[in-house]
């Protein structure tokens, strides 16, 4: 039995809950209409149907008129509203709540203080500002002298943060944040109701935060807290944010795929991480952007960004790929292959890299026998490494003469892995043929083995 149906139905929630009713056979019964429901009655359904529209209703209008407090509230009395304190400051009592009934419950006021520690960081970041440095220069130094970011300084509410060094983005927050002017800020982020499901409509919502424009935004009228920066200092920064905007012609849309023919292939070899393809000047470079903020926090000497041409690459690797893969070098490749897959044994330099194909060769054959289940020692004999070869002989011979997508395709079945070193420069090429890939089409494995450095910009 339901007292007040307008309380326990929100707008079409009703007709998607009572045909479980229904179905194990439970009434549901309403004073309104004198007793259980009868779902074949076009009259109870309109009155369920007119009380979720009221519910709905209600709700909305509950929300507007919180809503109203709140901003009368942050606008007029600058009063603290909840959420995290901005770094640089903490959170204080002012004293019991002014509502009694509130009070009664224990119920206290909260307002923000400086926090000793943080506090002159943020004032230092605006005066690095006015002296003229960058948003990045200020990470950087920030991050050189060993000040915690705010991630780091609070790690238990910040535990999902990278805590490394400070963060380009970070310092912009503080220097566009008006709580340092003493003002309180309410309607930063509002709730929004989300479907739960585009595909499914009576699964209802979920609840989401979202970033307002600055126009928005609460600000109280007057000053609340102790300010770290006057108003006139804050409308400097402002302006000088805005005049330093980019506002360059938009990027015109690129309507056709530009060929990368080592799309994901290659890595940087101060950072370790995958390089990434763009397309510039009418050409396909290959670039590392690390953030100084956090190459300095690891130690790690990487310039600002590393570039890496396309057209440096392809000439001499496909010189090395066609000498290695030579017709008539391909009985001595298999002969050293074959020798390689007995145990191992001093290995003479000429022969490194034949040798550290061997090793992958074997490797994929211990892991076709331990898939297959055959108990084998897994060992490829001399057929099935010429058979490997010779299909990969088949792919450099076209290599040449090959468009950027089959070409592609080509250094995929490779196995081709590129590290660039940006102080050498020199390319470090890897392959490791999966002679699934060459016989299946499979995708191939991670295991790898060691190519050959070859010299860009300038010898090989």
């Known amino acids: 039995m339901i007292g007040e149906p307008q309380r326990a139905f929100y707008g079409s929630q009703f007709g998607n809950t009572f045909p479980l009713f229904a179905h194990y056979g439970v009434p549901l019964w309403v004073p309104e209409v004198g007793g259980p429901i009868d779902g074949d009655n076009e009259v109870h359904d309109l009155i369920m149907s007119v009380f979720g529209g009221m519910s709905k209703g209600e709700r909305n209008r509950v929300k507007v008129c919180v809503r109203a407090a709140m901003a009368a509230q942050a606008l007029m009395e600058g009063r603290y509203l909840g959420g995290r304190p901005p770094y640089g400051y903490r959170l204080c009592d002012l004293g019991p709540h002014p509502n009694p009934g509130k009070a009664a419950d224990g119920k206290r006021l909260h307002g923000l203080e400086l926090e000793p520690e943080t506090a002159p960081v943020v004032v230092r970041i605006f005066t690095e500002f006015l002296r003229g440095l960058g948003i990045f220069a200020i990470a950087e130094g920030l991050t050189r002298d060993g000040i915690p970011s705010p991630s780091a300084h609070d790690r238990a509410r910040n ?97 056709t795929r530009n060929p990368y023919l080592f799309r994901g292939r290659i890595i940087c070899g101060s950072c370790t991480r995958r390089m990434q393809a763009q397309w510039s000047h009418h050409d396909a470079y290959y670039r590392c952007r690390f953030p100084e903020e956090y190459a300095l926090a690891n130690r790690i000497a ?159």
């Open 159 to 255: 535990p999902h943060r990278d805590a490394r060094a400070w963060a380009k983005n970070t310092v912009r927050a503080i220097l566009t944040n008006p709580r340092y002017t003493g003002r309180q800020i309410w309607n930063r982020q509002s709730k929004y109701e989300v479907l739960l499901d585009i595909e499914d409509v009576s699964l209802g919502y979920t609840t989401a935060m979202r970033w307002n424009t600055q126009n928005k935004w609460i600000i109280s009228k007057k000053a609340v807290h102790s300010p770290l920066v006057d108003d006139d200092t804050f409308a400097r920064v402002q302006e000088m944010l805005r005049s330093r905007a980019h506002r360059g012609a938009a990027h015109p849309v690129h309507r």
């Open 302 to 460: 990487h310039p600002r960004n590393v570039y890496l041409r396309a057209k440096w690459i392809s000439p001499p690797l496909d010189d090395w790929l066609m000498k290695v893969f030579q017709p008539h070098c391909l009985d001595d490749t298999v002969d050293v292959m074959a020798a390689a897959a007995e145990p191992e044994r001093p290995i003479d330099s000429s022969a490194a890299q034949a040798e550290t194909q061997a090793r992958r060769v074997r490797a994929e054959a211990d892991l076709r026998a331990a898939e297959a289940g055959t108990g084998t020692s897994g060992r490829m004999t001399r057929d099935e490494i010429a058979r490997l070869v010779r299909s990969i002989s088949d792919l450099t011979t076209v290599i040449r003469q090959a468009d950027p997508q089959d070409k592609a395709e080509i250094y995929r079945r490779l196995g081709l892995q590129l590290t660039y070193t940006p102080g050498r420069q020199s390319v470090r090429v890897e392959l490791a043929p999966d002679p699934h890939i060459a016989h299946n089409d499979k995708t191939p494995r991670s295991q790898r083995d060691r190519g050959e450095m070859v010299r860009v910009r300038g010898g090989t």
